[in-house]
């Protein structure tokens, strides 16, 4: 059984810094997309960050580029989102999602595995 379980998460002064992390049991992260969604209350997932494993290519959402990293740990089995310079509008709920698939994906339907989520509050 695959499990993805985020930590990392906090509260945390506009323009400062947090970094997610997500250990990933029962399926090797080698070889599969990662991705990095956040959900706001009452919001849609939106999309982060993803990783392409096949590639190695990242893809950012046009608000985080810039600040935010996504990166891995294959001897750990984790990943890892390096958020900078963070906003109050993006206080939500992180959470990191895997696909049966080598390539990344923007959509959250092609994501197959998902952690718990780890909570993200950005005071003004």
């Known amino acids: 059984q695959v499990q993805l379980v985020e930590s990392g998460g906090g509260l945390v002064q506009t323009g400062g810094s947090l970094r997610l992390s997500c250990a990933a049991s029962g399926r090797t992260i080698s070889g599969y997309g990662m991705g990095w969604f956040r959900q706001a209350p009452g919001q849609e997932y939106e999309f982060v960050a993803a990783?392409?494993?096949?590639?190695?290519?990242?893809f950012y959402a046009d608000s985080v580029k810039g600040r935010f990293t996504i990166s891995r740990d294959t001897a750990k089995n984790t990943v890892y989102l390096q958020m900078n310079s963070l906003k109050p509008e993006e206080t939500a709920a992180y959470y990191c999602a895997s696909r049966g698939s080598p390539t990344s994906s923007r959509s959250p339907a092609s994501y197959d595995y998902w952690g718990q989520g780890t909570q993200v509050t950005v005071s003004s």
């Open positions: 990783m392409s494993w096949s590639t190695g290519g990242t």
